[in-house]
């Protein structure tokens, strides 16, 4: 599916753990037209990472709250850890040309595809499992059963690429976001 089918200026980038979306979407976030959605996470923050910048880091009784609350537009629960993406930031979304984007996992994408069909979807994979396998080993912030863990669910998660519009490998940094970039037009 091309973007000229799709109007809308949300995007999703999904992939399994390790793909690379991350680092994708701040590289495209230096544009300025791009924003990016903050998630919440019930999971410990890694070295380097921000409050309010990376993740809302919440106990799991408040993320549990929130999903009472229904703030969240989409939730799961992966390696034992819960994420959320906030509804109000994508309800907030402007025509103003500006792209917002959500970095979510499968499981969450597949919940905003009933809610909002409109959005452009890009999954992004590894070139190959053993790259795959080896990113999550360089993150050194896991030990070798989470590793495992989340190298299995990226196998898993690699069947629901079929319902993207777009599948960006990642092989090279610069390549994927280069790729992105045209399919968007920014």
Do not use: W
């Not at 949300?10 to 037209?33: A, D, H, M, Q, W």
């Not at 999903?67 to 629960?77: G, T």
């Not at 996992?105 to 190959?128: C, L, N, S, T």
């Amino acid at each position: 599916m091309s973007v000229d089918k799709k109007s809308s200026n949300l995007v999703i980038i999904s992939g399994p753990s390790g793909s690379g979306k991350t680092s994708i979407c701040n590289e495209l976030t230096k544009c300025p037209k791009v924003k990016q959605s903050i998630s919440y996470t019930t999971r410990k923050p890694r070295d380097g990472e921000i409050e309010g910048v990376d993740y809302c880091f919440v106990e799991r009784s408040e993320f549990e709250k929130l999903v009472n609350e229904d703030k969240f537009i989409e939730h799961a629960e992966y390696c034992g850890n819960l994420y959320g993406t906030p509804v109000g930031p994508v309800s907030d979304v402007s025509d103003d040309g500006s792209i917002f984007i959500l970095a979510i996992d499968v499981k969450g994408a597949m919940q905003v595809m009933k809610k909002r069909p409109d959005a452009i979807y890009i999954f992004i994979m590894a070139p190959d499992d053993e790259t795959l396998k080896q990113r999550l080993k360089n993150r050194l912030t896991e030990d070798d059963e989470i590793i495992n863990k989340r190298f299995l669910a990226a196998k898993e998660e690699m069947e629901a690429s079929k319902h993207y519009d777009y599948c960006v490998i990642n092989d090279r940094l610069d390549d994927a976001v280069k790729e992105i970039e045209e399919i968007l037009q920014i």
